[in-house]
């Protein structure tokens, strides 16, 4: 075992093959920053291997989706699955909890890789409960609060506006939710910040030296719960749901929206939600329950979230409830 | 012959919000949003039904007379049909 990547109470080994793959596999821990201790409930191994060819899609197998922005192509065969890019081939056993990833050598220095890889992980924990969501998390109050938008839709910068005035943060981009006995719970998935290099000016951190953002080649991949360790949070239960488009003004505004509309701008957000019947009807219900115990609000983020960020502060605070733990 | 009737996709899957429901079909990952008279009419579509027996399901449940019942049904249902939401069913 080359390393042990904790998400919440559960572990996943990750095995590399050859050391190109264990580069890979180094990144990619990088690049979640998540916890390395092994302590949680064993869920799963990914092995990592780099090929001289990707093997083939399992012959007489249907193709279950594309999915173009990632050119991927993903076939289903019962509870197994095959992904492949041209770069990347994964098998995954959810039920085993087993993921097998082949890498041609060029993998490691495409941001896709990674993507693809954070699916397979997505895959091996989904029978556990957790289900991905692209969002970014963020606490005020005790409450969480939820950032979810495409990528260009001004998540990172509004979400370092907020840790910029002291707001607890699970992940600027990509959490996991988890079903509990209290409600729908969020957790971080991937945990560096990737920031621009004018919004780096804003932390007390040197603004050089960071790693590349894999996904995104004008980011640098920032572990923010290294650097501001007094507001990184495990988990939150979400009260607020905000998602946001960036318009021409000087000040932001919020809009009530109806259930169902955050529900649909949710499942925009869930990857792999459409991938199998069974689970589309469990990721649907807890998005449902999600939906539920939180007020959901368009906001239409103005300059302030990058001239007065204390303004923006003070406006989404209001949207949280107060008492609502108490509840 | 008897009349024809309709049938929800099982590759549609639903979740409730209130007086509301959103839709997925799996096939085409579409999403769709519906409104309360909208989730009464997809919510008889578990099972095979005729236009009559969902008309005279909105007329008892909401104020509306059998003209408008049938008229809002008809439309709903050629939606639903257009994008794959429901099947046609010969009983």
């Known amino acids: 075992v080359d390393a042990c990547l904790q998400i919440g109470p559960h572990a996943v080994r990750i095995e590399a093959r050859d050391g190109a793959a264990r580069e890979i596999g180094h990144r990619l821990l990088q690049y979640l920053a998540a916890a390395r201790s092994g302590e949680g409930t064993d869920v799963g191994r990914v092995e990592l291997t780099t090929v001289g060819e990707l093997p083939e899609a399992p012959a007489g197998v249907p193709v279950a989706a594309r999915y173009e922005d990632f050119d991927l192509t993903l076939w289903q065969d019962g509870d197994d699955f095959f992904f492949r890019s041209s770069l990347v081939a994964v098998t995954v056993a959810p039920r085993r909890g087993e993921a097998r990833v082949a890498l041609l050598a060029e993998a490691s220095a495409s941001g896709d890789t990674f993507a693809v890889l954070m699916l397979a992980l997505c895959a091996l924990l989904r029978p556990h409960g957790l289900l991905p969501l692209h969002a970014a998390g963020l606490v005020h109050a005790s409450e969480g609060v939820l950032v979810s938008a495409a990528s260009g839709s001004g998540k990172s910068t509004l979400t370092l506006a907020l840790v910029r005035e002291g707001w607890g943060f699970l992940s600027d981009d990509a959490l996991l939710l988890e079903d509990t006995a209290s409600g729908v719970e969020a957790l971080p998935f991937r945990r560096t910040f990737g920031l621009l290099p004018e919004t780096m000016a804003w932390l007390p951190v040197p603004a050089e030296g960071w790693p590349r953002h894999p996904a995104d080649g004008r980011k640098v991949a920032v572990p923010m719960a290294d650097l501001l360790p007094a507001q990184a949070a495990e988990r939150c239960r979400p009260s607020v749901l905000l998602f946001p488009r ?7 505004r919020l809009l009530p929206l109806r259930p169902a509309e955050a529900l649909t701008a949710l499942m925009r957000q869930s990857g792999l939600i459409t991938l199998d019947p069974g689970w589309a009807r469990e990721h649907m219900a807890v998005l449902g329950r999600l939906v539920g115990q939180a007020r959901s609000y368009r906001l239409l983020a103005g300059r302030d979230v990058l001239e007065a960020p204390s303004a923006v502060s003070r406006l989404l605070a209001s949207t949280v409830p107060p008492l609502a733990s108490a509840a | 012959m008897s009349p024809l009737q309709y049938l929800s996709n099982p590759d549609v899957v639903s979740t409730e919000l209130g007086e509301e429901a959103v ?45 408008d019942a049938r008229t809002a049904a008809r439309a709903f249902l050629d939606e639903l049909l257009a994008d794959g939401l429901v099947r046609e069913a010969q009983s």
């Open chain 1, 246 to 252: 960036i318009v021409e003004a000087s000040e932001s």
């Open chain 2, 23 to 67: 839709l997925l079909h799996l096939q085409s990952q579409r999403y769709y949003t519906v409104n309360e008279t909208g989730l009464a009419i997809w919510s008889l579509l578990a099972e095979p039904r005729s236009l009559d027996e969902i008309v005279d399901a909105l007329a008892q449940d909401f104020e509306v007379t059998r003209e």
